[in-house]
C-alpha cells in the first residue's frame, strides 16, 4: 500500500520533473499569472538573452497595482493617461511584452480586468491540483481553490517564463483545522485574523498550511480565497485548502475551465487529492470556531489581532521581550494607548477591497450593513473596489452600487487601489484606516497612514459610525 500523503505532497509528487540528490526538485508550472510590477526586468532578461515563453499558453497578464481606480477613458472614450511616470512605464510595458511574447494579456479597460489574484479563479485559469505562480506574494491566495500557488521574485518569473519551471526545496506541512460553527458578524476574514494572531506572523514559515476542519468546509469559495490569500501573513510558503463540491460547482463553465470529457476527468482527479487518512503533518494547530469574534488589528503587523470587544494591549503584557519593544513602537506609530477599548477608535479613512476581501460576496456583505444608513462626518474618505470588472458588474446589476453611493461612499474601478500605496489611492499621514486588506506594515497605505485590518462588514460598520465597531451591534 501506498504511504498516505497530504493534499500538499500529491501536488508536489505530480509536478515533479527531476528531483535532485540534495532533495531540490524541478518542479511544473501550470499556470503563470503576471502583473506590471514584477515583470518589466524579467521581460527585459529574456529579450536580452533572446529568449521565447517557453509556454504562453499557460500564462496571463493583467495589470492591478498602479492602475488608478478612477475612470479610465474621458468622455469620448479615450483612454486616459497614467501621471505617475514609473506607473506609467510600468504598465506600459506590460501592454508591449505580453503580445510581443505571444502572452494572453486582460487590458486595463476590458471587462475582466481585476487583481490577478481575483482574475485566476474567476476566469477558471487557476484550478484545483495545479502548480500556480506569480511575482506577487499573495498568490497562495489561490490555494482557496486547492492550487499549490506561491509568489516569486522577479528572476524566477524569468526563469518561469523560459522554461515552465522551478527548483525548489520541498516544504513541511502544517494543518490549521478550525471546527465548529462561527457565530454571526464572524466572517472568513475574521477566522484568518484570528488564525494569524494565534499562530504569529512567523508561525507557519517553512511550511504550506492546509487549512481544515468544518468552519473552513463551510465556506464559500470566496470565503476560502481570503484564508488563503494570508497564508502568507503567518509566514507560510502557502495556503490550501482541499477541493470539493464547493470548488466544483465554482468552476464549472468558468472561461479557462475544462469542458465536456475533459471536465469529468479533472473532477474525478481533483477529488483523488484530499489528504489521505492516516498521512502526518509536521506541524497541528486546532481552532475551535466559536473562539472567534469579529476581529481587528491594532499594531504594524497582522499577528497584532485582537477581538473588536478587546482593548489595545500593554506591550508589558508580551512575554517576548522583542515582542514587547515591536509593540511599543507599533502602538507609537498607531497612535495608540494601551488599554484604549478598540471600539472607541475613531476612524477618518475606509478601503473596501484588495485581493483578500474584493469578491462579490465582500461586496454583498459591506453593502448589508451600509443599507438604509450613512457614512458618519468624521469619515473623510471611503472607497469601495471591486475586485475585478465582472464583481464591478455583478454587485451593480445587484444595485450595490447604489447603496454605497447613496450613503456616501465611493464605487471605484477594479485594481490593487489602497492596498498598498503604489497608484494614487492613499491614505493620509497620520489618519487611520479601516482596511479590509491583508497588511497592516508601516507606510503601507500611505506614509504615516494607520491601517487597522477588518472584515468587509467591520469596515462597512466603522464608516457608518466613524470609529471601529463591533458588526454585531449593528446587526440587531
Ligand atoms: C507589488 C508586489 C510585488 C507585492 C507583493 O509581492 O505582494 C504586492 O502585491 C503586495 O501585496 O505587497
Ligand atoms: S491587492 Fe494588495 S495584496 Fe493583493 S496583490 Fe494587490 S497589492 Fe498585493
Redesign the pocket.
Known sequence: MTRPRTLYEKIWDAHVVERRPDGTCLIFIDRHLVHEVTSPQAFAGLRAAGRKVRRPDLTLAVP??NLPTTARRDAAGHRLPIADPESAAQLAALEKNAPEFGIRYIDAVAPEQG???VVGPEQGFSLPGTTIVCG?S?TACHGGIGALAFGIGTSEVEHVLATQTLLLQPSKTMEVRVEGKVGPGVSAKDIILHITGTIGAAGGTGHVIEYTGSAIRALSIEGRLTISNMAIEGGARAGLIAPDETTFAYLKGRPYAPKGAGWDAAIEYWKSLATDPGAAYDKVVVIDAADIAPSVTWGTSPEDVVPITGIVPDPASFADPSKQAAAAKSLAYMGLEPGTRMQDVPIENIFIG??TNSRIEDMRAAAAVIKGRTKADNVKWAIVVPGSGLVKAQAEAEGLDRIFLDAGLEWREPG?SA??AMNPDKVPAGERCAST??RNFVGRQGPGARTHLVSPAMAAAAAVTGKLTDVRELMR
Open positions: 492591478d497595482h487583481i490577478v489574484h506577487d499573495h484588495s485581493c490593487c492596498c498598498l486588506s491583508n
